[in-house]
């Protein structure tokens, strides 16, 4: 098991970037009941003016979804992987050239699936996701259909992570996202903290590790990342800790 991170001295010289489902919130059943504490929201919330705004969320989930569960409006944050990002004073930048191609593949999807009882199905603005944590054993076939949809769509790609497989601008991933806003202030020239527990974290923590900055993995598993947390119990009791420790 990895070794939890040291805690920063000055918490002025960090910027926070945290995933949610698995790390700021319990995976849920399904994605609607996934909840992000009371608690944890303050915690946020101090993080946010302690750090004069240094504070991201960096998900899966769309910005309405992300907005929702934080509490927070006006966190920056990065949605859909990075094909939505919303940076401090700035309008909302959009990964939205494949949005025509997401719906052929949407609709492609549901035919070649049509017979699968169990998938619960995500349109998200741009991306298509298939959970399938209710029938584990379709997810050969499930990711295979992907991977055979998107073929020949360069500006596509298939991401997999816990009983999901999701379709997205190819150029979008939370590596380039973390990276884009590490060149913006309240972030810029500050040493970057990033925690997440999936798969598709594992670009932040590439991006991270690339700065010299501190990648968290959340549970077990292989990774990149230089330090990790048990749960994700583990890291909101460190964050509480570290904001009270200033």
């Keep these: 098991m990895r070794s939890e991170p040291p805690f920063p001295f000055n918490l002025q010289n960090f910027s ?6 698995g790390t700021l919130a319990e995976i849920a059943r399904l994605p609607e009941l996934a909840v992000v504490s009371p608690e944890t929201q303050n915690i946020l919330a101090l993080l946010f003016k302690i750090t004069d705004g240094a504070l991201a969320v960096v998900s899966g989930r769309q910005l309405d979804d992300i907005d929702r569960m934080i509490g927070l409006p006006f966190l920056p944050a990065a ?16 990964n939205d050239s ?4 997401l719906d052929d593949v949407h609709i492609r999807l549901r035919e ?35 991977h055979q949809v998107v073929k ?3 500006g596509l790609k298939v991401i997999t992570g816990k009983m999901i497989v999701e379709i997205l601008p190819a150029s979008s991933d939370k590596g380039q996202a973390v990276t ?62 570290l904001i009270t420790a200033v």
């Design 16 to 21: 926070f970037f945290l995933d949610i489902d």
């Design 79 to 94: 949605g859909i992987h990075g094909a939505q990002l919303r940076l401090p004073g700035k309008p909302i930048l959009l």
């Design 98 to 101: 494949c949005t025509a191609e």
């Design 112 to 146: 070649g699936l049509h017979d699968v009882e169990g998938i619960l199905w995500e349109r998200k603005p741009l991306s298509v996701a298939i959970h399938y944590r209710a029938i584990p054993n379709e997810s050969q076939r499930i990711i295979a259909l992907a």
């Design 152 to 154: 020949n769509r360069p």
């Design 180 to 241: 884009q806003l590490m060149s913006y202030p309240p972030f810029k020239g500050r040493t970057p903290f990033f925690a997440g527990d999936d798969t598709t974290d594992e670009d932040a923590f590439i991006a991270i590790n690339s700065m010299d900055g501190i990648s968290a993995k959340i549970g077990s598993g292989p990774s990149i990342a230089k330090f990790g947390f048990e749960n994700s119990e583990a890291l909101r009791a460190w964050l509480a800790r």
